[in-house]
């Protein structure tokens, strides 16, 4: 269904991503903003399933300016060595990637983002900041509660898990009393990428509700 793309930011440099396309007339299209773990198996399958729903859905290598096609799995070697994109992230950079995915398919439509982990945190960031977006939703980003003084400019929904070791309960709180604006759940007993199929906290009933909110979502905010 989906295949490998090419995008260019509007600093030139060229990235890598994914693209799927529905079988019929797309809706809107989605961006679809990795975990650490590059544009991989998983993520790929987030952009598949959209296209099943009826979307075009676009996932830029966010991290194709510091290692290209990084891809990786969820074992905990995999994981210590995929912490590394993450030690001083470049913001801005991800940003412009992200920018550039936007523009590759705003002729499609309405645009939407969707970020788990570190790309919930990017998705939040580029609610506030880029262009072409309609709607935001970010699942379990850390960084969120440091960019919560920003206000989306567009609908944003924001998904945490109860019992993500990275993100306290206490970081939520912060982000609900500063962004009374954005729509914001917490899934109980749901650890860190409690949405990936694929890790070991993976949490079926929690991914089931919030999979359902995020397509009611953008059902409501991307309208032709």
């Known amino acids: 269904m989906g295949h490998d793309i090419k995008l260019k930011a509007s600093d030139n440099f060229q990235l890598g991503g994914y693209r799927a396309d529905p079988a019929s007339a797309p ?24 296209a099943d729903n009826g979307y075009v859905a676009i996932a830029p290598a966010i991290f194709d300016r510091i290692e290209p096609n990084f891809q990786s799995g969820y074992s905990p070697e995999e994981v210590a060595v995929a912490r590394k994109f993450v030690a001083n992230p470049d ?22 983002m969707i970020g788990f982990c570190l790309g919930g945190s990017v998705a939040y960031a580029a609610a ?13 980003g850390g960084a969120i509660v440091r960019f919560a003084d920003d206000a989306p400019k567009v609908p944003t929904q924001l998904h945490f898990g109860e019992k993500d070791a990275g993100i306290p309960l206490g970081d939520v ?10 729509e914001i759940h917490v899934y109980p007993g749901a650890q860190h990428g409690f949405n ?29």
């Open 128 to 140: 506030t900041k880029l262009s072409g977006l309609s709607a935001a939703i970010g699942y379990y």
């Open 27 to 50: 809706k809107a299209a989605v961006v679809v903003i990795q975990e650490i773990f590059g544009v991989n198996h998983h993520i790929r399958a987030v952009c598949d399933r959209f």
């Open 91 to 112: 913001w801005p950079a991800m940003l412009r990637d992200s920018q550039a995915a936007i523009d590759a398919v705003k002729d499609v439509g309405p645009v939407g």
């Open 196 to 224: 990936c199929d694929e890790r070991a906290s993976y949490d079926p009933a929690s991914s089931g509700i919030a999979k359902q909110r995020s397509l009611d979502f953008f059902a409501r905010h991307l309208k032709k």
């Open 173 to 182: 709180d912060i982000i609900r009393a500063k962004r009374p604006d954005v």
